[in-house]
């Protein structure tokens, strides 16, 4: 059972959490938004220009596998207003879930369970809360997923750029754009499995590079956690 933390780490948690919320909390905000912008876009797909231009080219149409349910590794680069920060995200098709970063020369870990969610600072005990808290993490694990309802919204308004090598170098990728106001994202699907390799998003000062490794992951919660008061 997780005892309470003593107030000794009070000053700890704090400068951990803050650690999360202006550096990986910072990066998984703007994902968060951004991924509100395109659900409101996708919406209005069917009337946008973007939509029109593609039926009429009648060229081919976004077919991508849904990475739900499969386990992959996808490392996140984004550039935020020329700072870089790069992010491991890792999920093992089950619902588990973890993403690490470094932050001031340590590596902070977000663990998320079917029942909790855990914030580790390098070999330092972890912080437990309950799953209803995890949008206080500011990280939000179905921004770097793509289901099949997000897919097929994508139809609407993807246009196709022809082929080219896959960015991890393995096979040729279809290459598909999707703009919406000030936002454009370029999705690289392989040619042969239909999986995604990378979606590239770029938004003003901000860009970011998702490339995805699909294989094995084992995602666990961590054993030396203890629960953080809630009150």
Not at 29 to 49: G, I, L, R
Not at 203 to 219: C, L, N, P
């Amino acid at each position: 059972m997780d005892d309470k933390p003593p107030k000794s780490s009070k000053k700890k948690v704090i400068l951990i959490v803050l650690a999360v919320l202006l550096i990986g909390g910072g990066v998984a905000a703007y994902f968060v938004n951004k991924n509100n912008q395109d659900e409101k876009a996708q919406k209005a797909a069917e009337t946008s220009e973007a939509a029109n231009t593609n039926q009429a080219s009648n060229t081919k149409t976004l077919e991508a596998a849904s990475t739900s349910g499969k386990p992959f590794v996808a490392t996140v680069n984004t550039t935020i207003n020329g700072k870089d920060v790069t992010g491991i995200m890792s999920s093992d098709g089950q619902g588990n879930v973890s993403y690490v970063y470094k932050a001031d020369g340590k590596d902070i870990s977000l663990i998320y369970t079917a029942d909790a969610y855990y914030l580790c600072s390098g070999t330092e005990t972890c912080l437990k809360y309950a799953a209803s808290k995890s949008s206080s993490s500011g990280f939000d694990p179905s921004t770097y997923q793509f289901d099949s309802s997000r897919l097929n919204a994508l139809k609407n308004t993807a246009a196709y750029q022809g082929q080219q090598t896959c960015p991890t170098g393995t096979g040729t990728c279809d290459v598909w754009s999707v703009t919406s106001g000030s936002t454009t994202t370029t999705m690289y699907v392989n040619a042969s499995t239909k999986q995604i390799a990378k979606v590239t998003t770029k938004s003003g000062t901000t860009t970011s590079d998702i490339t995805y490794e699909y294989k094995a992951v084992t995602v666990a919660a961590p054993t030396n956690s203890v629960t953080l008061p809630t009150q």
